[in-house]
């Protein structure tokens, strides 16, 4: 049984409690859980304590005026600036193209569950995700973004990447070839195009989305 420390960040008691009652049925992990209802106390236990994974609400209500953050999404910007942080599960009902691409590519979430029915039961997959160094989205979430993201649409420097990636390169290395071919990128640029290529193919891992880019015949 893995020890997890996890910051649960909801403002709705009853979806807190439920999350709460979910984590601890697992078997598979044993979750020291600190759950707070605003940004800002948050942000308190943050710098107080090393947690592993935060689950957080994006829209939060409540203390706004005692602090610096009014929201979910400002916390998570402030993490995203952070040299090292804890894995982010999103936990949301806002399903908006705008905001899950904002919170996906430049908030760099690590996963991001939309609010329903079946949430409850996509928690514990997204933090097996997570913990291995994968991401995870709700299946409604993926839909929204892969019908924005067109695979025709993809330019030189995606393809660049996949090959680099099906060569074995490491993230600092595909920088440097993408130095080499004057499209210069830093490597947190680079992982976010990763992130963004993996939702277009509905890749789990860096293997599976290049098997699905060649079967697409975006690399060969």
């Given at each position: 049984?893995?020890?997890?420390?996890?910051?649960?960040?909801?403002?709705?008691?009853?979806?807190?409690?439920?999350?709460?009652?979910?984590?601890?049925?697992?078997?598979?992990?044993?979750?020291?859980?600190?759950?707070?209802?605003?940004?800002?106390?948050?942000?308190?236990?943050?710098?107080?304590?090393?947690?592993?994974?935060?689950?957080?609400?994006?829209?939060?209500?409540g203390k706004i005026d005692r602090g610096q953050f009014?929201?979910?999404?400002?916390?998570?910007?402030?993490?995203?600036?952070?040299?090292?942080?804890?894995?982010?599960?999103?936990m949301s009902k806002i399903d908006s193209?705008?905001?899950?691409?904002?919170?996906?590519?430049?908030?760099?979430?690590?996963?991001?569950?939309?609010?329903?029915?079946?949430?409850?039961?996509?928690?514990?997959?997204?933090?097996?995700?997570?913990?291995?160094?994968?991401?995870?989205?709700?299946?409604?979430?993926?839909?929204?973004?892969?019908?924005?993201?067109?695979?025709?649409?993809?330019?030189?420097?995606?393809?660049?990447?996949?090959?680099?990636?099906?060569?074995?390169?490491?993230?600092?290395?595909?920088?440097?070839?993408?130095?080499?071919?004057?499209?210069?990128?830093?490597?947190?640029?680079?992982?976010?195009?990763?992130?963004?290529?993996?939702?277009?193919?509905?890749?789990?891992?860096?293997?599976?989305?290049?098997?699905?880019?060649?079967?697409?015949?975006?690399?060969?």
């Open positions: 049984m893995k020890a997890i420390k996890l910051l649960l960040v909801e403002d709705h008691d009853s979806v807190s409690l439920g999350i709460q009652y979910s984590l601890k049925q697992e078997p598979s992990y044993s979750f020291d859980i600190k759950a707070t209802s605003d940004a800002n106390s948050a942000f308190n236990e943050l710098k107080n304590n090393d947690f592993d994974i935060v689950i957080l609400d994006l829209i939060l209500k009014t929201s979910g999404d400002e916390l998570l910007s402030y993490l995203s600036k952070l040299e090292y942080r804890p894995k982010v599960i999103v193209f705008d905001m899950l691409d904002y919170v996906v590519s430049v908030l760099d979430a690590d996963a991001y569950i939309l609010k329903s029915k079946t949430s409850l039961q996509e928690i514990i997959p997204a933090i097996d995700a997570v913990l291995s160094g994968d991401n995870f989205f709700s299946d409604s979430i993926k839909k929204i973004l892969r019908y924005n993201e067109n695979l025709l649409d993809m330019d030189i420097v995606d393809r660049i990447i996949l090959k680099a990636i099906s060569n074995g390169l490491k993230q600092n290395e595909i920088a440097e070839e993408l130095k080499i071919k004057r499209y210069a990128m830093t490597v947190s640029a680079i992982e976010k195009r990763i992130k963004k290529l993996k939702i277009r193919f509905d890749a789990h891992t860096s293997p599976h989305l290049i098997a699905l880019a060649i079967k697409n015949g975006i690399i060969s």
